[in-house]
């Protein structure tokens, strides 16, 4: 495997819960009760804007404490809308409330911020390849 590679594995935990192994972390996802599932985890397709929020989040407090501002009370929310035609998270509206930020620098801020990875990946998207192999085959991967 290439060296700037990862493998996140996704198992099938029963009816549809699913564990999602990542370097050594463990994350579940369900569908809803209204969908057939129990509810034990998000659901996938709504995780998304979640991962959003959870990569600025740490990059808001990194910019801060680089610039020794602080990060007592610092929030980020994601809210998003479902599209249809196709099925997918249509937009994703990103807040941020950092009190320890002075307004004076909010403009250079959200420069920063702005260039998340997930936000990268977002606007060029990644070639997605599918390949159907055998559970022999994978299991040796």
């Known amino acids: 495997m290439a060296e700037n590679t990862a493998t996140i594995w996704v ?4 009816e549809d819960r699913l564990g999602i192994s990542v370097r050594g972390h463990e994350l579940f996802a369900d569908q809803p ?12 397709h709504r995780a998304l804007p979640g991962q959003r929020g959870r990569v600025r989040r740490l990059l808001c407090r ?11 009370g610092l929030v980020v929310a994601c809210d998003y809308v479902w599209a249809r035609d196709p099925a997918r998270v249509g ?3 990103v807040r941020v409330e950092a009190p320890g ?3 004076h620098r909010y403009e250079a801020f959200t420069r920063v911020v702005q260039r998340c990875p997930i936000h990268n990946t977002l606007g060029q998207p990644p ?15």
């Open 101 to 103: 930020l002075p307004p």
């Open 11 to 14: 198992r099938h935990l029963g």
């Open 127 to 141: 070639q997605v390849r599918f390949k159907a192999l055998s559970a022999r085959t994978m299991s040796a991967a």
């Open 62 to 72: 990194a910019v801060l404490r680089r610039h020794g501002l602080s990060t007592e």
């Open 91 to 93: 937009a994703i509206d």
């Open 33 to 44: 009760v209204g969908e057939g599932g129990k509810d034990s985890g998000p659901h996938p």
